[in-house]
């Protein structure tokens, strides 16, 4: 077979290390117990019928996890001679051996298959049987021929319930992008640490009278005695740091969310589950939530990214924001005034508040030592990942080369619950680029008690009026109440007494219209596709994790003009989150102008807001797919029996770029709708032009049409009664 150029090479191995032979005890008594991040989430994920049960259930869990890891250990001390030096010849890779542990064993006879072939790169069965896989195209039947076999001891025409196992030494692919490279990540921590400096250098030179009598970084009588600068220092510039910090780590936390499916996917030796890989996605998981829904499936990098990413985006722009305040307070020369006090000429300083330094300082501590964890585990695993898996060419090159699509029969209107209960039967592995079938798993292995997703409204919440519709009318009131809390003598002592309170208001809508932005940004190249005749570009469309603000130089570039434009108020609500922590016009604190301009900014970004959330309600509320397609299991679903497929074979080593040129210049036009598949039957999902005809949400079209073996036909008066 011709081997294809990439411009993505598999990295050079490290040392080759010890590898042991004997992989695991047996499966059917260890499953489940190794590896928080592998089995270990099957078992946390059942359900019990009281508070009572679950606790002891999880002592008794812990008490055999740790039995079986003494043993597990011990059987690998005792053993020396199961463990061999590699062959200079093989490629092995820097792999953790516990991953290949008693979470999922490896059968004696696969394990005595992969000493004889000296860890060849190639597929093993159970019974001993070894496969070429380079021989294996997703297009064909899986039969012995298929398969290019090189050794035979048993059969392998049912596949339903066939396992396959990959070698330890198996070379695994680790690119990545560049916020997830360490210089990046240690680039960040150094930042953090920097700032957690700062801020105490300015609390002690505030507190200790470094600069004059009193303490305090400025002192004034009156706003105008402050210049331009000490009053950007003190008004904005704090907020602002904050507001580009939290950008900072979102890019990489979108990242991390991304490839998280594929890290799963590819390591070990059997798979991963499709439960924590194929079926997972964090992308419309509003932020707040990402780290719960990641420790589900005790996938910590992600929880870790996804609470730095709550840290960073919300309590560090609020406490920022309320660093520096005025002394004394505003209530405090209301009382003096009250008591009869001439405060017209009171010397009023600008000091670092001490508790809002100290919570500041242990949110960024917390902040470093969850990047530090991050940067350790992604420098001890490898991503699987041969390039960017941008949009649904991505995943359309891993599945074109295998028959993981047979297990997507039928699932062209299946919903996220229907779709986890086929795919729950066997483990998935990435291999090469490529999506493989691994382990069958035996109805007593299945966990039927298990996390089970629910089928969800197939069009996203926030893009629905029920969704939107409460976040608008919030909004609204903001226009009413905010004129009232900024020019009102009483309502404006709340700035003065809980100013975090506006602040905090602020990077709630921000955190709201964020996720608007994300389910627009994943379903635009399906809504394009909706729309019929797309151009291949389409497929190598990805904007889940574009740089923030580039996102709208991209969409203008592309003709999407209403992502583009919701893409740009997401940067209008950042500016909004420093405008709002600056307001306050009743307490002396800003100058007539700039709490003017201040004010009237805040009011017009509210009410663009409000308009483009009429706008996308207006153009994106109709239900145009089956399902949600965040996972790869739900595209996979879409393509399982496409005819595009054959556009891609080939393409699973190749970049974004080098596909995009591949497809441009096979010069097809594609579209989401019903097609007669490769079975010869009729099939909803995206494929080549012409299709059959569009989709219609609540009309399955199957239902009026006659299938059999290779052939299709119209029923008459069809359109006219469905």
Partial sequence: MVKRESSYDIPAAPPPPKVPLDFAEPYERNRGMGDPERGGSQRAMRRSGSLAHRLGSRIMGSVRRSRTSARWRSSRIEQDEDYRELDEREEAIGFDVSTFGPEFAVPSEARKAMEEHQFEDMAYTGTGEVYDLSNLTGFDTPTTENFGRVQRQGTIENTSSQSFYFSPGRVIPNWKPIVLQTWYLIGFIILTIAMIAAVEYLYYVSDRHKIREGGGLFAYVIIDDLSVLQFAIWKYVPTVVGVLYGILWKVTDEELKRSEPYYQLSKGSTGALAAESLNIEYHTVWSPMVPYAALKYRQFVVAAGGFINFLASSAVPIFLSVLIRVDPSQKERQKMA??????????????????????????????????????????????????????????????????????????????????????????????????????????????????????????????????????????????????????????????????????????????????????????????LLYKRHADSSVLTLDYTATIPGFIIFKALSNGHLLLAWVTFVTVLIEILTVVLGSLDAQGGEESNLSSLLSFILAIIIFVIVLFTGAIVLKKRRRTFLPRQPGTISSVLAFIHQSKMLTDFDGTEQQSTAERKEKLRGIGNRYGFGWFVGRDGNRHLGIDKEPLLEGFKFGRDTKMAVVEGPGEWEHLEGRRGTL
């Fill in 338 to 527: 009250k008591d009869g006090k001439d405060i017209s000429h009171l010397t009023k300083r600008l000091v670092v508040d001490s508790l809002w330094t100290r919570l500041l300082e242990v949110t960024l501590a917390a902040i470093v030592i969850c990047a530090i964890y991050i940067v350790w585990k992604l420098t001890h695993r490898r991503s699987g990942l041969l390039g960017d898996p941008s949009g649904i060419a991505g995943v359309a090159a891993m599945a074109n080369k295998s028959h993981i699509l047979m297990d997507f029969a039928d699932l062209d209107l299946a919903s996220e619950e229907v779709i986890h209960k086929q795919l729950n039967k066997r483990t998935y592995i990435l291999h090469k680029g490529a999506l493989w079938q691994a382990q069958a798993l035996k109805k007593d292995e299945i966990d039927m008690n298990g996390y089970i997703p629910k089928a969800q409204n197939p069009h996203p919440l926030l893009l629905r009026t029920e969704g939107v519709g409460p976040f608008l009318a919030f909004i609204f009131s903001m226009l009413v109440v905010l004129p009232f809390v900024v020019y009102n003598n009483t309502a404006n002592v709340v700035i003065d007494k809980a100013p975090w309170v506006i602040t905090g208001i602020s990077i709630l809508i921000k955190s709201i219209w964020e996720l608007l932005e994300k389910e627009m940004r994943i379903l635009e190249p399906f809504w």
